[in-house]
């Protein structure tokens, strides 16, 4: 009975190394998603989980002429199918080691729910994976699917965070800068499902101007149809369905809530980079995100989205959001004031 109940109440505490790898890791997948998908590479294997019946892209003759066969509305184009299958591995990787972390953070007694809340999120994860691939891009999809990827990614790194050891620090802050950080993190997803919806909807080049659109701060749009979620079954969403004032509409409504959220992280960073000690650390680090971010942005319209800055874009949001889990992680820590 006392060996029980010593054994029960003894938890190992998690280390923090295999969290960081797995984030990593989940981070290395986003970026691989977000550069499949700006490569127009988000078909390059028709079906799922294999390449054109394939566990990898068909290379011999024959494997190329029965694919073309069996495919002939999307012949082979192997540079697109590997793009895609290289996400696809990651991915299945990254399912493994999450699994992993999971069966130990059981063994352990620590940090059981956040670990199966990642499982749980990695396997809806798959079958988004599948869906953008059987629903031929429809947009809502593939945005979960990059908001899917952000979460694990997150809920990784909160796991790091949560199982390093951080030192005791008796600086104060004032309550009011905590419920800022949690309503910032509630902005920046928001910016990034418009991203994402953006990106989805191939309206990144709606507007080729910058700080105007077509000449105009505010032009001729149809948001109504911009942000139809559901459009039925059987729709290629290759490359676009959307009319031009649809997609600037879309490019626009992505564009004034990046302002919004420019100033209110920038002024929440301002804010925490006053108080001092670790917390001015992970502000400066938002703040450099923030400004990097916005401009690679804007370079995206410049130079007309050239592939490394538009996939630049999508990693350093995924960094920015780390930064701020980061701050606010800290922020809990902290002994409130006031």
């Not at 190329?64 to 697109?80: G, S, T, Y």
């Not at 050891?165 to 509630?186: D, H, I, K, N, Q």
């Not at 729709?235 to 031009?244: A, C, K, P």
Request: glycine share 8%.
């Amino acid at each position: 009975m006392e060996r029980s109940l010593s054994r029960s109440t003894t938890r190992r505490a998690a280390h923090p190394l295999p969290w960081l790898l797995a984030a990593v890791l989940a981070l290395t997948v986003v970026i691989l998603g977000a550069y499949t998908r700006l490569s127009d590479a988000g078909l390059g294997c028709p079906d799922w989980p294999g390449c054109y019946g394939h566990l990898a892209v068909p290379a011999s003759p024959d494997a190329l002429a029965q694919a073309n066969d069996a495919f002939a509305h999307r012949p082979v184009e192997p540079a697109k199918a590997w793009k895609e299958m290289v996400h696809r591995y990651a991915a299945s990787l990254l399912g493994l080691v999450v699994l992993g972390l999971a069966v130990s953070a059981w063994r352990r007694g620590t940090g059981r729910v956040l670990a199966s809340a990642t499982v749980l999120l990695v396997a809806f994860q798959a079958a988004l994976g599948m869906w953008t691939v059987t629903l031929l891009l429809k947009p809502v999809v593939v945005m979960s699917h990059l908001l899917g990827g952000f979460g694990v990614l997150s809920l990784l790194w909160l796991g790091y965070l949560n199982a390093r050891s951080f030192v005791p620090e008796r600086r104060a802050v004032p309550p009011y800068l905590r419920r800022l950080a949690f309503l910032g993190v509630a902005v920046l997803v928001l910016q990034i499902a418009l991203g994402g919806w953006t990106s989805a909807n191939y309206a990144a080049l709606a507007c080729p101007t910058f700080p105007k659109c077509m000449g105009a701060w505010w032009p001729p749009m149809d948001m109504k149809d911009g942000f139809v979620l559901w459009r039925g079954l059987g729709i290629n969403y290759e490359y676009g369905v959307l009319d031009s004032p649809a997609r600037v509409a879309v490019h626009m409504a992505h564009r004034a809530w990046a302002l919004v959220a420019f100033l209110y992280l920038g002024a929440l960073g301002i804010g925490a980079l006053r108080q001092g000690g670790s917390l001015r650390a992970a502000a400066a680090v938002l703040l450099l995100l923030l400004a990097t971010q916005v401009s690679l942005g804007v370079a995206n319209v410049w130079l007309h989205l050239p592939l490394p800055v538009a996939a630049a874009h999508n990693a350093v949001a995924a960094l920015l959001l780390l930064a701020l889990l980061t701050l606010t992680h800290i922020l809990v820590r902290r002994t409130s004031r006031g």
